[in-house]
């Protein structure tokens, strides 16, 4: 998210669970337009910002599971120090930015081991699991701010951002094409019971992955939409790509609200949810992987 979008490369991700990995031009300080669109999103309360990158979370060499991080790219505020008095979600935004490659974004700390954008070779198919597992998972993210067994996730009820609903035309869309719908499968329903599992025992690691998927999709997340476009659907941009309304006011609601609701955590907690960061990329990454494999 880089003002000049560099050369089209991928965070230091993708390794081990991703043999063939992709990249994404920095996703640092690119701004958007209010709906749907190619550009790259802005943040919070200045000019606003994206930004992308995702590690692996189980076993084995953290660098070498990180997974399509930029793909997953989260959109989020100018760099912060993590000092108290900062707005949370620029700590939040800081995090996320050291996990960027040293290209995408001048606080990025991985070296790029990514082919370009231009060796993508998606398919339908793998297109069609990324979105099936995608509306499942977001499907669980709005029955959990709808159910809000903790009060403050009904803050986050109807902000705009939601997508299942936008999935789902997508998916009666490609079945009416003559593809077939597959079934959720492990990446999404896995993800789906560990956000279930969170959102009931440890909110603010759930509040972490409820800020990346969504902000993360807003950004790094419509590029790849527009790249498997160009590829395989002539260019068709899907709902799961536009947004009614401005979207980066949409966006802004949503820091406010984040921002207003960790200004009750304490410290420790803060840091909790910024812990459960590599977590959430490497989640998303999983889910992403469909697409190439």
Same mark, same amino acid.
């Given at each position: 998210?880089?003002?000049?979008?560099?050369?089209?490369?991928?965070?230091?991700?993708?390794?081990?669970?991703?043999?063939?990995?992709?990249?994404?031009?920095?996703?640092?300080?690119?701004? %958007?337009?209010?709906?749907?669109?190619?550009?790259?999103?802005? #943040?919070? $309360?200045?000019?606003?910002?994206?930004v992308a990158v995702v590690p692996r979370r189980l $076993?084995? %060499?953290?660098?070498?599971?990180? &997974?399509?991080?930029?793909?997953? !790219?989260?959109?989020?505020?100018?760099?912060?120090?993590?000092?108290?008095?900062?707005?949370? &979600?620029?700590?939040?935004?800081?995090?996320a930015m050291r996990l960027h490659t040293k290209d995408? !974004?001048?606080?990025?700390?991985?070296?790029?081991?990514?082919?370009? &954008?231009?060796?993508?070779?998606?398919?339908?198919?793998?297109?069609?699991?990324?979105?099936?597992?995608?509306?499942?998972?977001?499907?669980?993210?709005?029955?959990?701010? *709808?159910?809000?067994?903790?009060?403050?996730?009904?803050?986050?009820?109807?902000?705009?951002?939601?997508?299942?609903?936008?999935?789902?035309?997508?998916?009666?869309?490609?079945?009416?094409?003559?593809?077939?719908?597959?079934?959720? %499968? !492990?990446?999404?329903?896995?993800?789906?019971?560990?956000?279930?599992?969170?959102?009931?025992? *440890?909110?603010? !690691?759930?509040?972490? #992955?409820?800020?990346?998927?969504?902000?993360?999709?807003?950004?790094?997340?419509?590029?790849? $939409?527009?790249?498997?476009?160009?590829?395989?659907?002539?260019?068709?941009?899907?709902?799961?790509?536009?947004?009614?309304g401005n979207l980066s006011q949409l966006l802004q609601? =949503?820091?406010?609200?984040?921002?207003? =609701?960790?200004?009750?955590?304490?410290?420790?907690?803060?840091?909790?949810?910024?812990?459960?960061?590599?977590? %959430?990329?490497?989640?998303?990454? *999983?889910?992403?992987?469909?697409?190439?494999?």
């Open positions: 998210m880089a003002p000049a979008a560099a050369s089209l490369t991928v965070p230091n991700a993708l390794a081990a669970r991703l043999a063939a990995t992709t990249s994404l031009p920095p996703l640092h300080g690119r701004k %958007s337009g209010g709906g749907g669109g190619g550009g790259l999103s802005v #943040h919070a $309360g200045a000019p606003s910002r994206a $076993g084995g %060499s953290t660098s070498r599971r990180m &997974v399509v991080a930029a793909a997953t !790219a989260a959109e989020m505020a100018p760099a912060a120090s993590g000092e108290e008095g900062k707005p949370f &979600v620029e700590e939040m935004r800081a995090v995408q !974004a001048k606080e990025g700390e991985k070296e790029s081991q990514a082919p370009p &954008v231009a060796r993508w070779e998606p398919s339908v198919e793998g297109y069609l699991r990324f979105l099936v597992d995608s509306k499942l998972v977001f499907e669980t993210l709005e029955t959990i701010v *709808d159910r809000a067994a903790v009060p403050w996730y009904a803050e986050f009820r109807n902000t705009g951002l939601e997508r299942s609903e936008q999935l789902k035309k997508d998916l009666e869309w490609f079945k009416e094409q003559g593809h077939t719908i597959p079934e959720p %499968s !492990a990446p999404g329903t896995t993800y789906a019971s560990y956000l279930e599992e969170l959102a009931e025992k *440890d909110p603010q !690691a759930f509040i972490c #992955h409820f800020y990346n998927v969504y902000f993360a999709h807003t950004a790094g997340g419509r590029m790849i $939409g527009k790249k498997v476009s160009e590829k395989i659907l002539n260019k068709k941009e899907l709902e799961f790509y536009k947004w009614e609601n =949503v820091r406010n609200k984040l921002n207003q =609701v960790a200004s009750s955590w304490t410290r420790e907690e803060k840091d909790h949810c910024l812990d459960e960061t590599e977590k %959430s990329f490497s989640y998303s990454g *999983d889910l992403l992987r469909h697409i190439f494999t």
